[in-house]
């Protein structure tokens, strides 16, 4: 069940994300998902190495817009290594 959750949960922020950064017409539901996770993952990075607070705790708002703010991060990367 935690699974499914996490996939939910990735959609959701791969999403928000997407759309945040205008690129939401190019990606469909399985790349939401993808950005989604792996933002979450380098949400939590960046919070608690970077910013020394908590990242990632769990399915709350919190968590949620780490794993926004990862995505978005993670979609800016990909645009600058794709222009280049």
């Given amino acids: ?3 499914l959750l996490w ?3 990735g959609a959701i922020a791969g999403w928000i994300a997407s759309m945040i950064m ?3 017409a190019q990606m ?8 989604g996770i792996v933002g ?3 949400g939590g990075f960046l919070m608690t190495n970077v910013f020394g607070a ?3 705790t769990g399915f709350n708002i919190p ?6 703010l990862g995505a978005v991060v ?3 990367l990909t645009s600058l290594v794709r222009r280049a």
């Fill in 22 to 24: 205008g690129t939401d």
């Fill in 28 to 35: 469909g539901a399985l790349a939401n998902i993808i950005v």
């Fill in 7 to 9: 996939i939910i949960f």
């Fill in 54 to 56: 908590p990242g990632v």
């Fill in 40 to 42: 979450a993952v380098i």
């Fill in 63 to 68: 968590s949620m817009l780490v794993a926004i």
């Fill in 74 to 76: 993670l979609l800016f």
């Fill in 1 to 3: 069940m935690d699974i």
